[in-house]
């Protein structure tokens, strides 16, 4: 395994580095040290992003851990998902990196970063060799779900975050340049305090 744990998780060339084989093994891993049973899961909108987050995926239910995807969305919104949900959290993307790389960023229980020797203790999985009689079988896979609706919960969050603020006079401008933040960005700027704010010139 030549990709290890950088200051934001794990990341390389997307097919070369970042292989789906390697994506598959971190799935596992990450449950075995983390001991979960669930996890959130979000992508950005890079082309390789489904095929990495299927292999990570199909990882994580091979090893009895249910997965609820999100869906394209923020960082944030899967750090917030996570602690709504009481569960781990994992984000396919590579953030400013060149268009070729992904990556994939881990959050414990809670939505919380990762300490380093908790990423060091995966990196260990990912060399061991798994046993395919001691994966589960039956009702023991874990389930992949689709959960777009925890989604509303952080463009809530977003929006109380104004509440008794004065935000007379300021001016913001959103240009979410078709990243992770397209499809959750208009929801946020849909919602009546949003609009109000809107109407007085603020937003």
Same mark, same amino acid.
């Given at each position: 395994?030549?990709?290890?744990?950088?200051?934001?998780?794990?990341?390389?060339?997307?097919?070369?580095?970042?292989?789906?084989?390697?994506?598959?093994?971190?799935?596992?891993?990450?449950?075995?040290?983390?001991?979960?049973?669930? +996890?959130?899961?979000?992508?950005?909108?890079?082309?390789?992003?489904?095929? +990495?987050?299927?292999?990570?995926?199909?990882?994580?239910?091979?090893?009895?851990?249910?997965?609820?995807?999100?869906?394209?969305?923020?960082?944030?919104?899967?750090?917030?998902?996570?602690?709504?949900?009481?569960?781990?959290?994992?984000?396919?993307?590579?953030?400013?990196?060149?268009?070729?790389?992904?990556? +994939?960023?881990?959050?414990?229980?809670?939505?919380?970063?990762?300490?380093?020797?908790?990423?060091?203790?995966?990196?260990?999985?990912?060399?061991?060799?798994?046993?395919?009689?001691?994966?589960?079988?039956?009702?023991?896979?874990?389930?992949?779900?689709?959960?777009?609706?925890?989604?509303?919960?952080?463009?809530?969050?977003?929006?109380?975050?104004?509440?008794?603020?004065?935000?007379?006079?300021?001016?913001?401008?959103?240009?979410?340049?078709?990243?992770?933040?397209?499809?959750?960005?208009?929801?946020?700027?849909?919602?009546?305090?949003?609009?109000?704010?809107?109407?007085?010139?603020?937003?």
């Amino acid at each position: 395994m030549a990709l290890r744990f950088g200051t934001d998780g794990l990341r390389g060339v997307a097919n070369a580095e970042l292989t789906p084989e390697l994506a598959l093994a971190l799935g596992r891993a990450t449950v075995r040290v983390l001991g979960i049973d669930a +996890i959130v899961v979000g992508t950005d909108t890079r082309r390789s992003s489904p095929l +990495i987050e299927a292999a990570f995926v199909a990882g994580v239910a091979s090893h009895g851990c249910d997965v609820m995807r999100l869906g394209v969305v923020p960082t944030p919104t899967v750090a917030y998902a996570a602690h709504a949900e009481g569960c781990a959290g994992a984000v396919v993307s590579a953030s400013h990196n060149p268009f070729v790389d992904n990556g +994939i960023k881990l959050f414990g229980v809670g939505g919380r970063k990762l300490v380093d020797d908790v990423e060091a203790r995966i990196e260990g999985e990912l060399h061991a060799e798994l046993d395919p009689a001691a994966l589960p079988t039956g009702d023991a896979v874990g389930t992949i779900t689709e959960r777009p609706d925890l989604i509303d919960g952080y463009v809530e969050h977003l929006v109380a975050v104004l509440d008794g603020r004065d935000l007379q006079g300021v001016r913001v401008v959103l240009d979410c340049a078709n990243g992770a933040a397209t499809p959750v960005a208009p929801q946020v700027f849909e919602r009546p305090l949003c609009i109000a704010l809107r109407l007085r010139g603020t937003l």
